[in-house]
């Protein structure tokens, strides 16, 4: 699977964006899906994810309420609806997928195969 992020800019706070993750190689169906960033000087870490039957979805604390992930089968391509945005929510924003990862996992960045090549947020305040 090759995925291709895109979406990200620079906004100011309480704005909203869309990234989107085009996927190619083989469908999405079945393939668990996730995004991840990376802020300035600090590890990687999770933001969401869907499970493998796109109905289970997970956030991390950090988003949860403000951030949507998910998926237009028929486009093959991953979502996260960013509202309310914030300037700590300024980062380096990558899409994953895999196709056998459990759910149980799915937090777990060293799981998943498949990764894009990132896509920056700047948030400014």
């Known amino acids: 699977i090759q995925l291709q992020a895109s979406g990200g800019g620079v906004v100011q706070a309480w704005e909203s964006l869309r990234l989107s993750c085009a996927a190619s190689?083989?469908?999405?169906?079945?393939?668990?899906t996730g995004w991840f960033r990376q802020a300035p000087g600090k590890e990687r870490e999770f933001v969401a994810a869907?499970?493998?039957?796109?109905?289970?979805?997970i956030y991390s604390n950090d988003v949860k309420g403000r951030f949507t992930i998910s998926r237009d089968n028929a486009k093959n391509t991953v979502y996260l609806q960013m509202n309310t945005l914030k300037p700590e929510d300024t980062a380096v924003y990558y899409c994953t997928a895999d196709g056998s990862i459990i759910t149980s996992s799915l937090r777990d960045e060293s799981a998943w195969d498949y990764w894009g090549q990132g896509t920056l947020v700047t948030v400014s305040s």
């Open positions: 869907s499970s493998r039957t796109g109905g289970g979805t």
């Open positions: 190689g083989r469908s999405l169906r079945g393939v668990a």
